[in-house]
């Protein structure tokens, strides 16, 4: 009898130790499996943030560019500019009137300062201005480089008052049609400089005809 009741008793002590021994493994199982599922949660966030902010601060750079008649009208505008410097300074050397000299030096002052405000802008935008002279800029200066004297004046004179026709009426339409707002300004801005350039161009050329 007294042995009966030691193997009942042991008996009920290895039901108890396996029932806690399987209770901690399911709170093992339980914990670990929780763990995983915040870490994961945790990760995705971090996933999910780290994609937004990089489609929040990713650089836009469509905005800087021109559409192609406002850079049509920058390349224009950069070739007539150096054209305008490199026959002013020609004038400076082969004129003989003394009011075609100082022509040429204020197309030299005034342009030299719009060439550098343009180049700036274009930096802006990704476009990159002519280097050197080409098509009818280069054909007209090597054609005033082989004159001089009388000759120049009034050859250079007639092609400045031509010239500057044409530029006033691109930076009008510039000034007002430009899709770009930083080349709308900047060719309003340019424009009253150009109308005087014209109006002293043809007061000039008046007096060498």
Wanted: glycine fraction near 6%; proline fraction near 1%; aromatic fraction near 4%.
């Amino acid at each position: 009898m007294k042995h009966r009741r030691i193997l009942v008793a042991l008996g009920a002590t290895l039901i108890l130790t396996a029932a806690c021994h399987h209770e901690s493994t399911d709170n093992t199982v339980t914990d670990n499996t929780a763990a995983t599922v915040e870490t994961t949660g945790t990760a995705q966030a971090a996933s999910d943030t780290s994609t937004a902010t990089a489609t929040n601060t990713a650089p836009t750079t469509s905005d800087a560019r021109l559409s192609a008649e406002d850079n049509d009208f920058v390349m224009k505008a950069g070739m007539g500019g150096m054209a305008e410097v490199q026959m002013g300074n020609l004038a400076q050397q082969k004129a003989s009137s003394a009011d075609v000299k100082a022509f040429g030096a204020r197309m030299v002052s005034d342009h030299s300062k719009a060439n550098q405000e343009l180049s700036q802008l274009a930096t802006t935008k990704g476009v990159t201005l002519p280097a050197e002279l080409s098509g009818e800029h280069k054909e007209a200066y090597d054609h005033l480089s082989s004159m001089s004297g009388k000759d120049f004046d009034k050859m250079y004179m007639q092609h400045m008052v031509e010239d500057h026709e044409k530029d006033v009426a691109e930076f009008q339409k510039a000034s007002t049609s430009a899709q770009d707002q930083d080349l709308k300004a900047w060719a309003g801005k340019t424009l009253p400089t150009l109308q005087q350039h014209l109006q002293l161009a043809k007061d000039v050329n008046g007096k060498v005809k």
